[in-house]
Antibody, heavy 121, light 107 residues
């Protein structure tokens, strides 16, 4: 049974970089498609981006609205994947979830518990 | 971009009664539609995929129907533990998956 756990700072200053990590257990990180999804009261659930392993490399796909500020990476040795969002503003305040899909064209059947990230000085 | 519209925003149903939640897509998503249940303080949980297939471990009182642009989630006999927000999600055009705004189900 795959389990996910987010970690990272809960408070980030405006204009700085938000960095989160998701630890994967109970399954191979190379066998799934891993996404970050965020949730705000005003906009609901918003897909941020995903990463997956193909030909031994991490391949990424990002939301067009965040692509210019976003980077995702994967560390197979640690069974973790990460998110880095640059130049954050208050609009990036949200609960961030990591989630997994067993197939490229399938919804999210594994979710972390979520981590609240607040952007504030 | 496909827009997903859920209705109603809030639904109040008595225990044992049927609850019917709707989700409409601004263009066809075929059967690439999922429903999630989110209880307070928890992550969403996959209920239905392929518009009508229950995910593993989901009780039979949950059923999904529809295709194209109109979809329905039905809870046949509402239990107290079903109080939650229900989200629909289209995954027709990965990676641009879109969620609806959610329906809050109350007893």
């Amino acid at each position: 049974h795959v389990q996910l756990q987010e970690s990272g700072p809960g408070l980030v200053k405006p204009s700085e970089t938000l960095s989160l990590t998701c630890s994967v257990s109970g399954g191979s990180i190379s066998s799934y498609y891993w996404s970050w999804i965020r949730q705000t009261a005003g906009k609901g659930l918003e897909w941020v981006g995903r990463i997956y392993i193909t030909e031994n490399k991490g391949r990424t796909e990002y939301s067009p609205s965040l692509e210019s500020r976003l980077a995702m990476s994967v560390d197979t040795s640690e069974s973790q994947f990460s998110l880095s969002l640059r130049s954050v503003t208050a609009a990036d305040t949200a609960v961030y979830y990591c989630a997994g899909s067993w197939s490229a064209y399938y919804p999210f059947d594994y979710w972390g518990q979520g981590i609240q990230v607040t952007v504030s000085s | 971009e496909i827009v997903m519209t859920q209705s109603p925003a809030t639904l109040s149903v008595s225990p044992g009664e049927r609850a019917t939640l709707s989700c409409r897509a601004s263009q066809s998503v075929s059967s690439n539609l999922a429903w999630y249940q989110q209880k307070p303080g928890q992550a969403p949980r996959l209920l239905i995929y392929g518009a009508s297939t229950r995910a593993t471990g989901i009780p039979a009182r949950f059923s999904g129907s529809g295709s194209g642009t109109e979809f329905t989630l039905t809870i046949s006999s509402l239990q107290s533990e079903d109080v939650a927000v229900y989200h629909c999600q289209q995954y027709y055009n990965w990676p641009s998956v879109i969620f609806g705004q959610g329906t809050k189900l109350e007893i």
